[in-house]
Nanobody, 128 residues
Framework: QVQLVESGGGLVQPGGSLRLSCATS????????IGWFRQAPGKEREGVSC????????YYANSVKGRFTISRDNAKNTVYLQMNTLKPEDTAVYYC?????????????????????WGQGTQVTVSS
């Protein structure tokens, strides 16, 4: 069955970096769009980044553009989210999600609608 497992979260100082991993199993990675989402305490979940199944295009929320990079290693069945220049407002639980039916438009706007498969989340805390 489809499984997603996030890792790599932790406590980091402002300006620091973390790399999150989303280890996948049960499906062919490049046939699924993979999205990263986050939810801060008291806030709604928001889209962070998405990598398209169609052509591997990467999309980012404006709040992370230029600081975060999404990548996919098909051989390792893993998707990464490299997060640089972290800010306190990046503090949240980060989730990866997968679905083969996500359209290019849904990926581009990083909508969480339509994702059937979700990981359990990993906590990222940015604080001095």
């Amino acid at each position: 069955q489809v499984q997603l497992v996030e890792s790599g979260g932790g406590l980091v100082q402002p300006g620091g970096s973390l790399r999150l991993s989303c280890a996948t199993s049960g499906f062919t990675l490049d046939r699924y769009a993979i999205g990263w989402f986050r939810q801060a305490p008291g806030k709604e979940r928001e889209g962070v980044s998405c990598i398209s199944s169609y052509d591997g295009s990467a999309y980012y929320a404006n709040s992370v553009k230029g600081r975060f990079t999404i990548s996919r290693d098909n051989a390792k069945n893993t998707v990464y989210l490299q997060m640089n220049t972290l800010k306190p407002e990046d503090t949240a639980v980060y989730y990866c999600a997968a679905d083969p039916r996500i359209t290019a438009l849904q990926c581009a706007i990083i909508s969480e609608d339509g994702y059937d498969y979700w990981g359990q989340g990993t906590q990222v805390t940015v604080s001095s």
